[in-house]
């Protein structure tokens, strides 16, 4: 079973940058698309980044022009960029792995 490990997240303050890391047991070649999803207290779990395998990136109109998602094949991780944070960007951040690999999640907050 593949495990994917998110890169602690933390405590930022609003217009700050973090930037997350999420490192694959196995060449993350091996994902069609791997992404990013957040949840928030009291809300449903939510899509906002993808890259597939050729490097094609999606972003939800949320955080798109403020995060970036890139992988690094020969290390096996995917980051997420995140800039401009506001405080709505609070949430729990998963990694996932199409079609089932989802990593532990780590939580991060931005203080207004």
């Known amino acids: 079973q593949v495990q994917l490990v998110e890169s602690r997240g933390g405590l930022v303050q609003a217009g700050g940058s973090l930037r997350l890391s999420c490192t694959a047991s196995r060449s993350i070649f091996s994902f069609i698309v791997m992404a990013w999803h957040r949840q928030a207290p009291g809300k449903q779990r939510e899509l906002f980044a993808s890259?597939?395998?050729?490097?094609?990136?999606n972003y939800a109109d949320s955080v798109k022009g403020r995060f970036s998602i890139s992988r690094d094949n020969a290390k096996n991780t995917v980051y997420l960029q995140m800039n401009s944070l506001k405080a709505e960007d609070t949430a729990d951040y998963y990694c996932?792995?199409?079609?089932?690999?989802w990593g532990q999640g780590t939580q991060v907050t931005v203080s207004s």
């Open positions: 890259i597939s395998h050729d490097g094609t990136t």
């Open positions: 996932f792995g199409a079609p089932r690999s």
